[in-house]
């Protein structure tokens, strides 16, 4: 099985702030790859597919990228909106989640 | 408009099984597939297992392997998740999510919360 290892595991952060979340798989692939956001409560939306191609309707300020064993996701200015847990899912091999990273108001 | 509607709430004891339904409507049932996920209280995401529309193939997590059971109806749109032998632990909300390989998660049930106790 395809193990995702995402840090930090909490973010503080400021409105208008960049920020980057990290996923590191414990095995090469090339893009299956998704990240999604979660409020309390709710189901999880997804933000990008396939590493890098943002889903419709999600804001232009979120961005994946990376290949191989190290992907990311960076929202280049922190909105109000954005305060949530992110995870990433593998789907190369099955599918895998990392375990989450809150981002929370600093 | 793409919606997947979730079965309600359940409590089960110990050692019984939960089925739990999904209802898909708004594009075409047997084009897609559909991944379980279940999140316990304050934790992350684990994905259950995946199941074809098209043709029913199933594909489990190793961890549920025996316990799981994944089946669609395509004459209602509809895909069904069972677990048996509960266990404490498996007292999680349940989601469905359409699942269409390359573009995985699009569209979610609204999560369906199981409890597992004596």
């Known amino acids: 099985d395809i193990q995702m290892t995402q840090s930090p595991s909490t973010l503080s952060a400021s409105v208008e702030d960049r920020v980057t979340i990290t996923c590191r798989a414990s095995?090469?692939?090339?893009?299956?790859l998704a990240w999604y956001q979660q409020k309390p409560g709710k189901a999880p939306k997804l933000l990008i597919y396939e590493a890098s191609s943002l889903e419709s309707g999600v804001p232009s300020r979120f961005s994946g990228n990376g290949s191989g064993t190290e992907f990311t996701l960076t929202i280049s200015s922190l909105q109000p909106d954005d305060f949530a847990t992110y995870f990433c899912q593998q789907y190369n091999t099955y599918r895998t989640f990392g375990q989450g990273t809150k981002v929370e108001i600093k | 408009q793409v919606q997947l509607v979730q079965s309600g709430a359940e409590v089960k004891k110990p050692g019984a099984s939960v089925k739990v339904s999904c209802k898909a409507s708004?594009?075409?049932?047997?084009?897609?597939?559909f991944s379980w996920v279940r999140q316990a209280p304050g934790q992350g995401l684990e994905w259950l297992g995946l199941?074809?529309?098209?043709?029913?193939?199933?594909d489990y997590a190793q961890k549920l392997q025996g316990r799981v059971t994944m089946t669609t109806d395509t004459s209602t749109s509809t895909v069904y998740m069972e677990l048996r032998s509960l266990k404490s632990d498996d007292t999680a909300v349940y989601y469905c999510?359409?699942?269409?390989?390359?573009?995985?998660?699009?569209?979610w049930g609204q999560g369906t919360l199981v409890t597992v106790s004596s």
């Open positions: 095995q090469s692939f090339s893009r299956w």
């Open positions: 708004g594009f075409t049932f047997i084009n897609y597939g």
């Open positions: 199941i074809s529309a098209y043709n029913g193939r199933t």
């Open positions: 999510a359409r699942d269409l390989g390359g573009q995985p998660g699009d569209y």
